[in-house]
């Protein structure tokens, strides 16, 4: 019976460690939760006249990864009325070829519990980047896990997607 009770302990312990890990972080705006290891810098770009596009990016980066959110308002009917995975395809695209960059490769997958791509761009200095993007009426959510050249991500990727949520939509 002792034996149950320290294991009981060891899985509480463990469970309280794996829940502080995980700690969301929300900005003021209040839009997306998602689990940061430390809280981001911010940068944000306002519209500044009815044409412009609004942007505004989250970083945490250590050790040589960034952990990344942008966030893109677009004016009224701008973006297509909804989002498949050619759009996507078309957008993962855009972002490669901006940056310099190769996609890689692509795949079905989910963000804030919606369906999307995700891409794989090797970058001109060797770093690798794994991209998420997702619309949502006018709004283009983008989380990218960067790495440097040869590190493994070890499913540290999929953590950071799926901890993203959509809080409130736009």
């Avoid at 302990?9 to 929300?26: F, I, K, P, R």
């Avoid at 677009?74 to 972002?95: C, E």
């Avoid at 690798?128 to 990727?157: F, H, K, N, S």
């Amino acid at each position: 019976m002792w034996k149950s009770g320290y294991l009981i302990v060891a899985l509480t312990a463990l469970a309280t460690g794996a829940a502080s890990a995980q700690t969301l972080y929300s900005p003021p705006e209040g839009d997306f939760a998602v689990a940061f290891p430390e809280a981001p810098s911010v940068q944000s770009r306002p519209a500044n006249r009815f044409k412009d596009v609004a942007s505004r990016r989250y970083v945490d980066q250590e050790g040589g990864r960034a952990l990344i959110v942008s966030i893109e308002d677009y004016p009224d009917g701008i973006l297509p009325a909804s989002a498949d995975g050619g759009v996507y395809d078309h957008l993962l695209r855009s972002i490669a070829e901006d940056r310099g960059a190769m996609l890689v490769s692509t795949r079905a997958a989910r963000l804030a519990g919606r369906p999307t791509l995700e891409g794989t761009l090797d970058n001109p200095g060797g770093d690798t980047e794994i991209i998420r993007t997702l619309m949502i009426g006018d709004r283009v959510y983008q989380l990218t896990y960067a790495l440097p050249e040869g590190a493994d991500p070890a499913g540290a990727d999929a953590a950071f997607f799926d901890s993203f949520k959509i809080t409130k939509t736009p």
